[in-house]
Every structure is written in structure tokens, then in C-alpha cells.
Nanobody, 124 residues
């Protein structure tokens, strides 16, 4: 069993930045592909970014490419999402997810473990 706990969400103005963290406990974190997803009210959960188990491969949704950066520190069992140039449409609950897998995963159904989510609100 793996537990994932997100932190770092909050209220920020348009153009601002936030860094989300996802701390993992339980199994061997370094074996896990990790991802970030978000869900706005009335919308389906959507992919934001993903990172390979080794950190050597990353993938982003077109809507965040060039603004968001996913990274991981396997020594700290933590994955990060640095969010810059935030827009009102980035407002959502952000979730991290993980699965013991060797490749980048981008679909919610591919992930086994989920955090409880952290709210990000971008005000205009």
C-alpha cells in the first residue's frame, strides 16, 4: 500500500506561482511512475504532467507545457509540480497519483494510488 499526501495549494493571483508537493510513503517510491492530475468543478479529471520512475522522462498536457514543471526527489520520496504563469483556468483540485511502472503514464485509469487532492485557486 502506498499513501500519497499533497500539499502546497492555495490562492494566487494571475501570473503567480505555486509549487505543489506530493509525499509518498509505503512501498519503494523510486519504482513508481508518478503523475499530477486536476479536476475543476463540473469537469472530468484531466492529466497535467507525469514523470518516469527514474525522473529521466517527463510529459505534459499542452495546456501547461512551458509553464509547469514536474520533478521528483527519490531520496525524499517526493514529487513536485512547479506551476508558473498561472491562469484562472488552472483553478482546480490537484491530485498526485502513482503506480509501480517503468514508463510515463498519462491516463487516470492507469494509476493505482491517489492522494486526497489540494485546492489551487487563481484569481483574476
Amino acid at each position: 500500500q502506498v499513501q500519497l499526501v499533497e500539499s502546497g495549494g492555495g490562492l494566487v493571483q494571475v501570473g503567480g506561482s505555486l509549487r505543489l508537493s506530493c509525499a509518498a510513503s509505503g512501498r519503494t517510491f523510486s519504482n513508481y511512475a508518478m503523475g499530477w492530475f486536476r479536476q475543476a468543478p463540473g469537469k472530468e479529471r484531466e492529466f497535467v504532467a507525469a514523470i518516469k520512475w527514474s525522473g529521466g522522462g517527463t510529459y505534459y498536457a499542452d495546456s501547461v507545457k512551458g509553464r509547469f514543471t514536474i520533478s521528483r526527489d527519490n531520496a525524499k520520496n517526493t514529487v513536485y509540480l512547479q506551476m508558473n504563469s498561472l491562469k484562472p483556468e488552472d483553478t482546480a483540485v490537484y491530485y498526485c497519483a502513482g503506480r509501480d511502472h517503468r514508463v510515463v503514464l498519462t491516463a487516470p485509469s492507469e494509476y493505482e494510488y491517489w492522494g486526497q487532492g489540494t485546492q489551487v485557486t487563481v484569481s483574476s
